[in-house]
């Protein structure tokens, strides 16, 4: 009996070893949502996270945000009306990284002229973004400067590279 016991303790020691997280294992909260007009956001380790917290649950992903589709975007709006996304953003090129979703009121009309933007002063998204994709009918272009000045890069759809004069220097956003 004492023999069989010391044997289950030595299995847990060595399990609560095994599986015990690290802070070097803690994922980082680094998949975030940022709605425009409010400039309200919260951040997740998951992707699916995020869209299950725009959506309440009812719409579920299990890839990361690059393979968050046009369906899942049209889904998302048609349960959170609030939560129409506009792009999601990356720190890395090729869709790699940190994602930020950006969230409008609306989808995009067809007209060129601007239907939504979002200044990144103050936003640790400032000086950052390296590529991005568009979802419900826009096209993002990307800003230098805090006001929708300096250089700029689009409008595009998607964009795996902003582009050397760009790129990690992105202040501000609009979607038309
Ligand atoms: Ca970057």
């Known amino acids: ?3 069989r016991l010391s044997a289950v ?3 847990a020691v060595g399990a609560t070893c095994l599986f015990a997280p690290t802070a ?3 994922a980082e909260a680094n998949q975030c949502w940022t709605r425009i007009d409010t400039g309200e956001s919260r951040c997740f380790t998951t992707f699916a996270a ?3 917290d725009l959506s309440g649950g009812k719409v579920k992903v299990s890839g990361g945000p690059s393979s ?7 889904a998302l709006a048609a349960v959170a009306a609030s939560s129409v996304t506009a792009a999601i953003v990356y720190d890395d090129t090729s869709y790699g990284g940190a994602s930020n979703t950006y969230l409008a009121s609306s989808a995009c009309d067809s007209n060129p002229d601007v239907d939504h933007q979002a200044g ?15 979802y ?3 096209q993002t272009t990307l800003w230098t400067g805090y006001t929708y000045n300096g250089s700029s890069y689009g409008p595009q759809t998607n964009s795996i ?5 760009v790129n990690d220097q992105g202040s501000s956003m609009q979607w038309s």
């Open 161 to 165: 590279n902003v582009g050397a004069s």
């Open 24 to 26: 070097t294992q803690a």
């Open 120 to 134: 990144l002063s103050g936003s640790s998204w400032d000086n950052r973004i390296s590529s991005f994709k568009s």
């Open 136 to 138: 419900n009918n826009c």
């Open 1 to 3: 009996m004492i023999k």
């Open 68 to 74: 968050f589709s046009a369906a899942d975007a049209s």
């Open 50 to 52: 995020v869209v299950a």
């Open 9 to 11: 303790a030595a299995l």
